[in-house]
């Protein structure tokens, strides 16, 4: 595996740079796009490693327009469908090939819309110490990563600034921000879009225990999916066949890079350790047999 392969950063002259997020570079395209890159860098506990896995963005890319395309008729979402290369230098073009979208400029909610089917996380801490998730009153004796008996729950977080972490709120908290009828209408998409991706993943193995999603709205209040989509980047999948409430399932990310940084000599802030090959490659395996199976 050569490092050499990987795009830690893009480097785009032909449009302004806007934003580097953890994953991803944004350009502007006009007044009303944006050029969004998925690079190949990887993240753990709200730190940018040193170490890009060479051809996640890609991998990201392929799996975010699969859903995309997938769950279009429960909600419209961001992509304008304009090939990437054609809004960047002739030169620039290998950097965006394969792992960019051209996307609609809308106004993300300041909610993360997350959504869980199952009871682990920080909504498992939760549960532990409130008998509830986001105020959510659930069961009482259910286990760590066991299915809600309830089904899936909308469990939105606030959006913390780099470097803070995201904390859970509860309904209450998002109709303040978003008003009643955006947030039911928010919490009822969100939970659709999980549900119709869980019933999928299922037949093809693989469980999905929660997951994130980005909301958006244009000029007229119309609401889009935006961002990315189910990958493992954003989600929680578990491999349906070592699955056992009770006890924490292996998972299709980056499990392998946050157990082995776990165990090095490092206080979680920046500048992180480099990463071996040995995780590079196993953490990319990960996320390539979640893209096998799904799609």
């Known amino acids: ?23 991803r570079d944004i350009y502007a395209v006009g007044a009303d796009k944006l050029l969004i890159v998925q690079t190949d860098r990887l993240s753990a506990f709200d730190v940018i ?13 392929a799996l975010s327009d699969f859903w995309f395309k997938k769950l279009a008729h429960v909600m419209p979402n961001h992509l304008t469908g304009i090939a990437p290369e054609s809004v960047v230098a002739e030169n620039e073009r290998e950097q965006v090939r394969d792992r960019a979208f051209v996307i609609r400029r809308l106004k993300p909610l300041p909610i993360e819309v ?10 498992w801490k939760d549960y532990q110490q409130t008998g509830a998730i986001c105020g959510i009153q659930l069961p009482a004796g259910l286990k760590l990563a066991e299915k809600l008996p309830c089904g899936a729950i909308f ?12 904390e859970n709120i509860s309904l209450a908290e998002v109709e303040k921000q978003l008003g009643k009828a955006l947030t039911a209408k928010v919490s009822e998409k969100a939970i659709q879009l999980y549900t119709e991706a869980a019933d999928y993943a299922a037949q093809r193995g693989i469980i999905i225990a929660d997951t994130k999603f980005e909301f958006g709205l244009d ?8 961002d990315e989509v189910l990958t493992p980047d954003s989600s929680r999948f578990w491999p349906a066949d ?5 006890q924490n399932p292996p998972s299709f990310d980056k499990q392998f890079v946050r157990d082995w940084l776990e165990k090095q000599d490092w206080n979680k802030k920046a500048p992180a350790p ?14 390539q047999e979640a893209l096998r199976l799904l799609t």
Do not use: W
Request: hydrophobic share 40%; net charge positive.
């Open 114 to 123: 997350i959504v869980r089917g199952y009871v682990v996380g920080s909504g």
């Open 1 to 23: 595996m050569t490092h050499s392969s990987a795009l830690f950063e893009t480097n785009i002259k032909s449009l302004p740079l806007l934003h580097r997020g953890k994953v």
């Open 242 to 246: 070592q699955y056992q409430a009770g």
């Open 155 to 166: 469990t939105p977080s606030t959006k913390a600034a780099a470097g803070a972490h995201d």
């Open 49 to 61: 490693l040193p170490t890009a896995v060479p051809g996640k963005g890609k991998l990201l890319t």
């Open 274 to 287: 480099e990463l071996p090959d040995q995780i590079l490659q196993q953490t990319m395996a990960k996320y």
């Open 219 to 226: 000029d007229a209040g119309q609401l889009y999916l935006i």
